[in-house]
């Protein structure tokens, strides 16, 4: 089992940045793909980005490609989402989540194949 751990989440106001954090614990000796998913009010939830185990693949949803990077460090079993040029459309509930993987380089934008779901942090984007 692997526990995740969102962070970092708040309101902030259009134009600006913010940092989220994903803490994992648990059963972090196992090789895990990450993914970011964010679910808005009223709305389904949506995939935001991914990345492989090892870091070197990512993939990015188009509403956030070039202004949202992902990143991770296994020393530490934590993944970061840098969120920039925010906007009142990335208002939600975000979402970290792990897929475990015997590849270094698989990651996944299919929310039914991630395992592991953290509990969610919010951040609100003012007009």
């Known amino acids: 089992q692997v526990q995740l751990v969102e962070s970092g989440g708040r309101l902030v106001q259009a134009g600006g940045s913010l940092r989220l954090s994903c803490a994992a614990s648990?059963?972090?000796?196992?090789?895990?793909?990450m993914g970011w998913f964010r679910q808005a009010p009223g709305k389904e939830r949506e995939f935001v980005v991914a990345?492989?185990?090892?870091?070197?693949?990512?993939y990015y949803a188009d509403s956030v490609k070039g202004r949202f990077t992902i990143s991770r460090d296994n020393a530490k079993n934590t993944v970061y989402l840098q969120m920039n040029s925010l906007t009142p459309e990335d208002t939600a509930v975000y979402y970290c989540?792990?897929?475990?993987?015997?590849?270094?380089?698989?990651?996944?934008?299919?929310?039914?194949?991630?395992?592991?779901w953290g509990q969610g942090t919010q951040v609100t984007v003012s007009s």
């Open positions: 989540a792990a897929a475990r993987t015997y590849s270094r380089n698989w990651y996944s934008t299919r929310s039914n194949e991630y395992s592991y």
């Open positions: 648990g059963r972090t000796d196992s090789s895990y793909a």
């Open positions: 990345i492989s185990w090892s870091g070197s693949r990512t």
